[in-house]
């Protein structure tokens, strides 16, 4: 399986080696009087009423490095239709340590900068702006929770790698917020140890199942929250060994390139609604004929008498 995974990869960066982004550039904006930035990526064949994945980068980091360690994200964005934007960060504190470029989790600074890029994307692009997908590394995974919480009704889902408030406080959010979170056990900056019972937190806070359900796949140990009115999932896929580093997950030859595959086909089931609104299919949606399941910790997808992988292909 692994092994053809790559090869839809390598399929899909030949592909892309001949294509044209609609948008491939940083973009100025004014937020709170203040000139930020933005890296913007527009496929060429974006569709209307398409979604946006924000991608943040970490504490004293910069979007090219983020965009540098997320490249697969647009080459997947133009087969699947949506926008893709790396903010960028200035000085400021987190937990009383400054930074030279970061992530505001004090005040509504950075909130506010997120939906004014949301704003200007929608206007400029035509997106679903009910489909915003709020994601970051280490700080900016971390900001992706506080963005979650202050705009949940502009925040469709949240996927965080290696990062979550190390302070300990409550957890409060108006709606039900899916989330991925993929953390390494050998993490030692945003403790591993920690993580576990962060999630618990969200998953108490908004109802969801006591018991998780658990699976190991691809050598990756998943833990997963239900609530139950919304479908609404919180996962944590927890990755043996792996430290506070971005290179382990997704350089090339690395045995977790799946997870590519498992965070887009996660995020596209939501939007900021109640209930799934894809299953994996960007042609079914949620009715009385589809039901979904997990076999082997894959998502299998069954409807009229046929069954689906997450990516779309009739398995049976």
């Known amino acids: 399986m692994i092994k053809n995974i790559f090869l839809s990869i390598a399929a899909l960066c030949c592909v892309m080696a001949g294509s044209a982004a609609q948008y491939n550039d940083l973009k100025t904006?004014?937020?709170?009087?203040?000139?930020?930035?933005?890296?913007?990526?527009?496929p060429t064949n974006l569709k209307p009423n398409s979604p946006m994945f924000i991608s943040c980068h970490g504490m004293?980091?910069?979007?090219?490095?983020?965009k540098t360690q997320m490249r697969w994200m647009p080459l997947m964005a133009d087969t699947a239709s949506f926008v893709v934007v790396f903010p960028v960060g200035i000085e400021g504190t987190a937990w009383g340590q400054?930074?030279?470029?970061?992530?505001?989790?004090?005040?509504?600074?950075?909130?506010?900068?997120?939906?004014?890029?949301?704003?200007?994307?929608k206007t400029d692009y035509n997106i679903d702006d009910t489909r915003v997908y709020m994601s970051g590394f280490s700080l900016g995974g971390v900001f992706a929770y506080y963005m979650a919480q202050k705009a949940p009704d502009r925040i469709a889902a949240v996927v965080s790698f290696s990062g979550y408030d190390l302070t300990g406080a409550s957890i409060s959010c108006s709606r039900p917020i899916p989330i991925?979170?993929?953390?390494?056990?050998?993490?030692?900056?945003?403790?591993?140890?920690?993580?576990?019972?962060?999630?618990?937190?969200?998953?108490?806070?908004?109802?969801?199942?006591?018991?998780?359900?658990?699976?190991?796949?691809?050598?990756?140990?998943?833990?997963?929250?239900?609530?139950?009115d919304c479908e609404v999932e919180i996962i944590l896929a927890s990755v043996s060994g792996i430290g506070h580093d971005w290179k382990s997950y997704f350089a090339t030859g690395s045995p977790y390139y799946h997870l590519v595959d498992d965070l887009w086909a996660f995020c596209k089931q939501y939007n900021t609604g109640c209930g799934k609104i894809h299953v994996g299919l960007d042609d079914v949606t949620v009715d009385t004929k589809t039901t979904k399941r997990l076999e082997d910790g894959q998502l299998l997808i069954d409807r009229d008498d046929k069954t689906y992988n997450a990516q779309g292909t009739q398995v049976k």
């Open 180 to 228: 991925f979170h993929l953390h390494g056990t050998s993490d030692n900056i945003m403790d591993y140890d920690g993580v576990e019972n962060y999630l618990k937190k969200w998953a108490l806070a908004q109802n969801c199942q006591e018991v998780p359900v658990e699976w190991t796949d691809h050598d990756i140990s998943y833990t997963k929250y239900t609530v139950p």
């Open 29 to 42: 904006i004014q937020s709170g009087g203040v000139e930020r930035q933005y890296f913007l990526y527009v």
């Open 60 to 66: 004293n980091q910069d979007y090219q490095y983020q």
């Open 98 to 121: 400054p930074y030279t470029t970061g992530w505001n989790i004090n005040d509504m600074t950075d909130v506010n900068f997120m939906l004014d890029i949301i704003d200007e994307v």
